[in-house]
């Protein structure tokens, strides 16, 4: 049963060194201060898993906490490269990671098939990629019904998930709405699941029947952090920054500089921090 | 007709591709641009869809990546990333797969992944996302990339995914039965393949545009169909459009900064 938790003690009770851990989002609702929190209690040696890494993982990869990544699109969206993680694998600084890279269907597929209880994730895919060279955990099975020959590949099962929402109810029912990616996924195939939240309202009673609630018993941990997922963005609440997602490129480029900007806005910031971060951005959501 | 760039006329050559009934699954960058041109001139009923989920999406600028807030206000529905590889694309429900390319040889086969040995690669770029599957599920797939010798090339390093393979029957023989790359835009011409060899042939070159400059900026020595035309050149409505468009979007992702 979900338990409300300041975000400190959310992280330190449910993350550990070693840990295979998803801090998802597709693009909205990435679980910024979660990561941020994680930073800051320096955790090591984690495989971190994410369909599309983004700036979180770049940081956390760049602050030497990554053994493995997972992923199947290293980008910052819409801007280029993610330079601190192309300095990981070209470079081996701060130190070399491994990598397992999937396409999007193939994550998502076994982000599902993990949800589900199953071992691996069957789908009609890679046909013709190179991934399928290189990942030795892309394999084939064939169709016991028709012989067709299809991909197969394991299923994801986080040690923790760390996902961002709209809201929790009292009880700690958590809703997810707008482009809701592979949060309730990546939330039942893990083992334990922290969610941050920009509120806490009474019930749901009044919201639609169809919506996206995860129940209270699903989710280990529940910390109520307003911009928890600047510079991502949150339906309803706040607007994307677009702009710090172009800024993130620079800041990436340079070592030093990187680190620099990791002592000032992480190290030495907070999770109370996140709300100034989006006051400019909440009208235009 | 007012001047236009060789980028504009890529990007209103690609549009003009597209139809009112296509159901476009739309790779970011280059590939949205075309995709909203067209919603906003001559395909006012076409269905995008970004691989965030957002179905029948319509946004009033280019969204600046894949999931952007404003591709799921505008949308008809939007669902999850598992469905939308699932059910919208692997089902089948896919006219047209819309990518861009950082590298692409002359089969349509295209690499966004690694420069040099993928173990120990020279440039690490950011890798497929969903195109392996856009590239063979979707019925055809529609290609637009700006030439250059380093992007056009003969051989390329990775690949990411799959178009013509060496050519020639390639797909069938590995039991993709969709059509793969029918069309590549560039800002210089327009390519279709060859109906047997598969490798891409200019069939019409943009206004001004000679053929020596096509070569001068491709890695492989270029076929030309035998009546090579000329693009019509962009409309005063086409140009307004994609202009008006570029300047929303500009005026948009600027001067939000808050530190991130």
Same mark, same amino acid.
């Given at each position: 049963m979900a338990k409300f938790l300041p975000l400190a003690q959310a992280v330190a009770e449910n993350l550990n060194d070693g840990d295979i851990a998803a801090f998802e989002g597709f693009t909205h609702l990435i679980p910024t201060a979660a990561a941020h929190e994680a930073i800051r209690q320096n955790f090591r040696d984690l495989t971190l898993i994410r369909m599309t890494p983004d700036l979180v993982y770049d940081q956390m990869i760049g602050m030497g906490?990554?053994?493995?990544?997972?992923?199947?699109y290293a980008g910052n969206p819409g801007v280029g490269l993610l330079r601190r993680m192309r300095d990981a694998i070209e470079n $081996?600084? *701060?130190?070399?990671?491994a990598i397992e890279e999937h396409s999007h269907a193939a994550m998502a597929n076994a982000y599902e098939a993990g949800?589900? $209880?199953? *071992?691996?994730?069957i789908f009609r895919g890679y046909r013709g990629a190179g991934?399928?060279?290189?990942?030795?955990?892309?394999?084939?099975?064939?169709? *016991?019904?028709?012989?067709e020959v299809l991909a197969a590949v394991p299923a994801l099962r986080p040690d923790v998930s760390f996902i961002h929402a709209q809201k929790a109810n009292k009880r700690g029912d958590v809703l997810v709405e707008g482009i809701i990616g592979i949060q309730k996924e990546a939330v039942l195939a893990a083992k334990r699941a922290v969610v941050t939240v920009e509120e806490v309202v009474d019930d749901f009673d009044d919201l639609h029947p169809n919506l996206t609630v995860l129940p209270a018993w699903t989710v280990t941990a529940i910390a109520v952090v307003p911009g928890g997922s600047h510079p991502s963005y949150t339906q309803g609440y706040y607007a994307r920054d677009n702009a710090a997602y172009l800024e993130w490129d620079a800041i990436a480029a340079d070592r030093d500089r990187f680190r620099e900007w990791m002592q000032k806005n992480v190290i030495e910031a907070g999770v109370e921090d996140f709300a100034g971060r989006v006051a400019n951005l909440r009208k235009a959501a | 007709m007012s001047a236009f760039t060789p980028n504009e006329m890529m990007t209103i050559a690609a549009s003009r591709a597209l139809k009112?009934?296509?159901?476009?699954?739309?790779?970011?960058?280059?590939?949205?641009a075309a995709c909203n041109v067209a919603r906003l001139t001559h395909a006012p009923d076409i269905t995008l869809i970004y691989e965030s989920g957002t179905i029948g999406t319509a946004p009033d600028v280019l969204p600046l990546s894949i999931g952007d807030g404003e591709l799921c206000e505008t949308a008809t529905t939007t669902v999850s990333v598992p469905e939308m590889f699932r059910y919208w694309l692997q089902g089948g429900r896919i006219s047209i797969g819309f990518l861009g390319a950082a590298q692409i040889d002359k089969f349509g086969n295209i690499n966004t992944t690694v420069i040099g040995d993928y173990h120990h690669p020279k440039t690490r770029l950011p890798g497929g996302g969903g195109a392996p599957e856009i590239?063979?599920?979707?019925q055809q797939v529609y290609i637009t990339m700006a030439q250059s010798?380093?992007?056009m090339v003969e051989t390329i390093a990775f690949y990411t995914s799959f178009g013509h393979g060496e050519g020639g029957d390639h797909r069938q023989r590995l039991g993709i039965d969709t059509q793969g790359p029918t069309l590549l835009i560039t800002d210089l011409a327009i390519w279709k393949p060859d109906p047997v060899t598969k490798e891409f042939t200019v069939v019409s070159l943009h206004p001004g545009v000679t053929r020596e400059q096509v070569q001068d900026t491709c890695g492989w020595p270029v076929k030309f169909a035998d009546d090579v035309a000329v693009t019509p050149p962009p409309t005063e409505l086409e140009l307004r459009t994609l202009r008006d468009l570029k300047a929303r979007t500009d005026a948009a992702h600027k001067g939000q900064a808050t530190t991130a």
């Open positions: 906490m990554a053994k493995k990544v997972i992923f199947s $081996g600084f *701060p130190h070399p990671i949800a589900a $209880g199953l *071992p691996c994730a991934l399928a060279e290189v990942n030795p955990n892309i394999r084939h099975v064939t169709c *016991p019904f028709t012989g | 009112n009934d296509d159901v476009c699954f739309v790779g970011i960058g280059a590939p949205s590239a063979t599920s979707s010798r380093r992007g």
